[in-house]
């Protein structure tokens, strides 16, 4: 956890309303105002490890270095959604707590 604190978080926007939650994108990124896809940070080596569990836990080869880290607060609300196209098959793991689908 202690190297998760390093990724440079901020505010999550959305066609240009802040919420309630704090997001980093690393290998790519949507950019919701604009809706397009851009290059972000290259992924840091220490979640390699993580992308080639998420991949095989889903039965998916890890060819992706796309990452997203959502810090929900204990007041940010997150209704039914689902991940852009352009990102294909999406992997997700909860970290600090439960989470349910």
């Not at 309303?17 to 990124?29: E, T």
Request: charged letters at 15%; one cysteine or more; aromatic letters at 14%.
């Amino acid at each position: 956890m202690e190297r998760f604190a390093d990724l440079p978080i901020s505010a999550f926007e959305f066609q240009g309303y802040l919420s309630g939650r704090r997001v980093v994108s690393v290998g790519w990124q949507y950019d919701f105002n604009n809706q397009e896809l851009r290059r972000a940070a290259q992924i840091p080596p220490f979640l390699l490890s993580f992308r080639e569990s998420a991949a095989a836990f889903a039965g998916l080869a890890p060819l992706t270095c796309s990452a997203f880290f959502t810090e929900h607060g204990v007041s940010a609300a997150i209704s039914w959604h689902k991940g852009k196209e352009a990102f294909g098959e999406v992997v997700s793991i909860s970290l600090v707590s439960s989470c349910f689908a």
